[in-house]
């Protein structure tokens, strides 16, 4: 009887009694996963950050400090780690530099939001007042940033040498910077001002040489050399360059067939018929004034064959073959040409011209050079050399976010200090805000306040320098109205960061912040996982 009655209870419409303990679980498996990321990239974090050595499962050896090379790289298979995963890509989507610092920043709001969570505070209140918090942050950097002109390169150089200087290649800082900061440039469009297309920048990898070898091309740069089957030409001044998406070779059925032929008359008659057809597609082309032939490559059939090349070159056309059908659009845009699809089309209006197309010796290989191109479509290709492929692999992707941060300035044209001084302006003013509000809402936004000094933290630490000595210095000096300084990790000591040329655009900051905060957010309103098989 006695069972009976203890049992009623249970049933009754008022229980409100829920088993929270399982949600709980879930949701510290998931910060924990996650923060096990951040903290895997937090050491590669500023200019003295250490780089991480990938070794691939096909034996590829990868040597990178790029937060989102090296988490790209990473099999993570928990879903809430792979959510930081997909953080550092959409931050080099959307800013191109920054890919540690948002990962970063995210893992010590997860630390933070842990400690809420166990202080009984809910998580919606919490998304609610991190979300107030970011828009609060992005108003307080807005107001830090300093404005630029486009015409102002030294201080375009200047951001972009901040981002080369946290990478491997940043002793060729001095190098690269310009030159990222002259190619952005010379492919702004005067219709469109604020829009950058990193696609109309092609960067063409070469070994051999070191990174001081690199080169801005004011033209075209195939990596492959002109054929040279029965001496055909190798130099071509004056050029007529036409890009042909045809095969000039002998036409194949369309079904699989074999031809049996019984007699030596009928074998003249087959390659007879081969010859004229290929010599009257020859002609047609010499006709238009062409001298240069670029062939895409193709799947069907040979896109050219001895034959054919022997003829070009008695035709003194110069031949580059194999061109990807990718690059395509970028050549044609370039030499302000069309391709041609058919011969039928080949006309002399689809041509395009240069100066010079020459082939050109080039560390152990060859390389093909188009300069001097009339009427050329705004764009410019990047000549990156290295003594092995590790260097050249990452001197590319540390142009590719130095050209982001050019991009990032084109865009929105703000400056900010570096160094850790945003977060830590950001952290004092935040401080500031949550004593005015009231609640939950005000202790929610002072743990987002104290999370953001993990950055200045992180970039002390790295150097070698005492992190909690060098926070303190740090906050003083905002405290006392320097909103620029920051920490000098060659000096070793605080300095103001904008004099010694350390500064970032605003649109690396701001979106750092809204990312990371973005992505917590959506962690923490996660409170099961179902698996579905």
Known sequence: MAAVTAAQPRSSKTESYVDNKRKEDIRQANINAARAVADAVRTSLGPKGMDKMISTANGEVIITNDG???????????????????????QDSAAGDGTTTVVVIAGALLKQCLTLLSNGIHPTVISDSLHKASIKAVDVLTAMAVPLELSDSESLIKSASTSLNSKVVSQY????????????????????????DLRDIKIVKKLGGTVDDTQLVKGL????KASHAAGGPTRMENAKIAVIQFQISPPKTDIEQSIVVSDYTQMDRILKEERNYILGMIKKIKATGCNVLLIQKSILRDAVTDLSLHYLAKAKIMVVKDVEREDIEFITKTLNCLPIANIE??????????????????GDGKIVKVTGIKDMGRTTTVLVRGSNQLVLDEAERSLHDALCVVRCLVSKRFLIAGGGAPEIELSRQLGAWSKVLHGMEGYCVRSFAEALEVVPYTLAENAGLNPIAIVTE?????????????????KGQITNI????????????????????????????????????
């Open 474 to 490: 740090l906050r003083n000096r905002h405290a006392q109205g320097e909103i620029n300084a920051g920490i000098n990790v060659r």
């Open 173 to 196: 800082s001095t190098l690269l910077a310009p030159l990222a900061v002259d190619s952005v440039l010379s492919v702004v469009d005067p219709a469109k001002p604020d829009m950058v």
């Open 498 to 533: 904008l004099e010694e040329n350390v500064m970032q655009p605003l649109l690396v900051s701001t979106s750092a912040i809204t990312l990371a905060t973005e992505c917590v957010r959506m962690i923490l309103k996660i409170d099961d996982i179902v698996n579905v098989r």
């Open 345 to 362: 089309h080949f006309r002399v209006e689809k041509l395009g011209h240069a100066d010079l197309v020459e082939e050109v010796s080039l």
């Open 68 to 90: 989102a090379t090296i988490l790209n790289k990473m099999e993570v298979l928990q879903p809430a780690a792979k959510m930081l995963v997909d953080l550092s890509k959409s």
């Open 221 to 224: 740069v195939f990596d492959k």
